[in-house]
């Protein structure tokens, strides 16, 4: 437990910070689930409209520090190849 002013406002932080990052790393999941389904359901259209709001809510993440940088980037390529793909 800690015994410190600084150190208890630490952990207080540290619990809002967790809760905080919780929610955005939900909401980006979520984002990234809607895309893989409407792929699964092989709905171009809305595969392609679940993809415009995934890849700024990704994008969010990464820029908060939830997610790497790279590893955003990286779903965000993968799922708009895949989103290309459908038309094929």
């Known amino acids: 437990?800690?015994?410190?002013?600084?150190?208890?406002?630490?952990?207080?932080?540290?619990?809002?910070?967790?809760?905080v990052n919780?929610?955005?790393?939900s909401r980006a999941r979520t984002a990234v689930r809607s895309v893989e389904d409407a792929i699964k359901a092989g709905?171009?259209?809305a595969?392609?409209?679940?993809?415009?709001?995934?890849?700024?809510v990704l994008a969010r993440t990464a820029q908060k520090?939830?997610?790497h940088k790279k590893t955003?980037?990286?779903?965000i390529s993968?799922?708009?190849?895949?989103?290309k793909a459908m038309a094929n």
């Open 22 to 25: 919780k929610a955005r790393t």
């Open 72 to 75: 955003a980037s990286r779903k």
């Open 43 to 45: 709905d171009k259209d």
């Open 78 to 83: 993968r799922l708009t190849a895949r989103v």
């Open 65 to 67: 520090g939830v997610l």
């Open 1 to 19: 437990m800690a015994n410190t002013k600084s150190a208890k406002k630490a952990a207080r932080q540290a619990i809002r910070r967790t809760e």
């Open 47 to 56: 595969a392609a409209a679940a993809l415009r709001t995934a890849s700024p």
